[in-house]
């Protein structure tokens, strides 16, 4: 089949994606397992390439992607992906950015509700044969104040399911305006700084964000807090959160 039509799946993905470009006339040629070495000598067969982490698709990779036309990634983040030297080449990059929306939501709230709750404490402790009752009495989310930064797919689905908790919710997104409703409250950082409890990150790895979350962040609030991250690990200066954890600014 001529290189216009064939795609390189290196990943495991829903077998529903490969039906439909198949559906399109295009040939998906599923070759998982390899190494970087590998797929970078025959990429240049390809018109496409879909991949989630397996390897890091660089410039070198792009340059002998000679009839390459676009790269996808199944899941959010681009960073294993060099977005700009693809451009210079023509090669459009895709992420999915909605696709784990649900269960980022969902695993917040469970982060959430251990931390508020101990649970994770007490489960270690009782396991030692340890019953600290009142060391380990919780929080409840009702009348807490959660501030969320990035209110993108995540963001958003994390605030609806806070929504029946009877919490107040305040949100943060530099590159979007308008987006308040019934349960959550569009803020700037000083409002974020000033009034919440509880901070969730939920924005993407860039240059603007990386280590976005440092110690003169996490100086800025006025109360101690609690802080959860689902977005990638670098958005967050580990030396300045265990240096705040130690401090008893971050609970």
């Known amino acids: 089949m001529p290189a216009e039509r064939r795609i390189l799946i290196i990943d495991t993905v829903h077998p529903v994606l490969p039906d439909r470009l198949s559906g399109y006339g295009f040939k998906c040629d599923i070759d998982t397992g390899k190494t970087y070495d590998y797929y970078s000598g025959i990429i240049e067969n390809y018109y496409g390439v879909i991949l989630r982490s397996r390897i890091t698709i660089d410039k070198a990779f792009i340059d002998a992607a000679k009839r390459l036309r676009f790269i996808g990634r199944v899941g959010s983040g681009l960073e294993n992906i060099d977005v700009t030297h693809a451009k210079t080449k023509g090669v459009k990059c895709f992420n999915s950015?909605?696709?784990?929306?649900?269960?980022?939501g969902e695993h917040?709230?469970?982060?959430?509700?251990?931390?508020?709750?101990?649970?994770?404490?007490?489960?270690?402790?009782?396991?030692?044969?340890r019953w600290l009752r009142e060391e380990n009495r919780g929080r409840e989310i009702k009348n807490l104040s959660v501030g969320i930064i990035g209110y993108g797919n995540t963001g958003a689905s994390f605030a609806g399911k806070l929504s029946g908790l009877g919490c107040r919710v305040l949100a943060y997104d530099k590159y979007k305006k308008g987006f308040g409703n019934s349960y959550v409250e569009e803020a700037d950082y000083q409002d974020i700084f000033s009034e919440v409890d509880v901070v969730s990150l939920?924005?993407?790895l860039t240059?603007?964000?990386?280590?976005?979350?440092?110690?003169?962040?996490?100086?800025?609030f006025h109360k101690p807090i609690?802080?959860?991250?689902?977005?990638?690990?670098?958005?967050l200066d580990t030396g300045a959160l265990v240096c705040h954890l130690k401090q008893g600014s971050v609970l």
């Not at 950015?97 to 980022?104: F, H, I, K, L, M």
């Not at 802080?227 to 958005?235: A, D, E, F, P, Y």
């Open 97 to 104: 950015p909605e696709g784990n929306r649900n269960a980022v």
């Open 108 to 129: 917040a709230l469970g982060l959430l509700l251990s931390l508020l709750n101990r649970l994770h404490i007490a489960d270690r402790q009782v396991r030692e044969g």
């Open 202 to 204: 939920h924005v993407p």
């Open 207 to 220: 240059d603007e964000t990386y280590y976005l979350v440092n110690n003169t962040f996490l100086a800025q």
């Open 226 to 235: 609690v802080l959860i991250n689902t977005s990638r690990g670098k958005v």
